[in-house]
Nanobody, 118 residues
Framework: QVQLVESGGGLVEPGGSLRLSCVAS???????MGWYRQALGNRREPVAV???????NYADTVRERFTVSRDNAKNTVYLQMNSLKPEDTAVYYC?????????????WGQGTQVTVSS
């Protein structure tokens, strides 16, 4: 059974930084890892993704402020968030595109709250 466990969320003042981590277990192969977020009353939106080769892609709203990285040996993806703004407040969800024993598809974490407020 594939499980994704996120950590690192919390409350931070505007201009501050946070680092999210997500560890995947139970998967036989991971093709890509990334992050979505969902603010209250909004749709879930993509934030950043990184593939196995290390190629990254970012939403325009976070480019130059957020950095996604991964440790393939540890099946872990990170999201370094700098210069945080109140509009970054959301639940952040880790996801992978990978395989378990029976199929290849997307798997999701349970989400971690990030609140940017003074």
């Amino acid at each position: 059974q594939v499980q994704l466990v996120e950590s690192g969320g919390g409350l931070v003042e505007p201009g501050g930084s946070l680092r999210l981590s997500c560890v995947a277990s139970g998967t036989t192969e991971i093709f890509a890892m990334g992050w979505y977020r969902q603010a209250l009353g909004n749709r879930r939106e993509p934030v950043a993704v990184i593939n196995f080769a290390g190629t990254t892609n970012y939403a325009d709203t976070v480019r130059e402020r957020f950095t996604v990285s991964r440790d393939n040996a540890k099946n872990t993806v990170y999201l370094q968030m700098n210069s945080l703004k109140p509009e970054d407040t959301a639940v952040y969800y880790c996801y992978i595109i990978g395989s378990d024993a029976t199929s290849s598809r997307e798997f999701w974490g349970q989400g971690t709250q990030v609140t940017v407020s003074s």
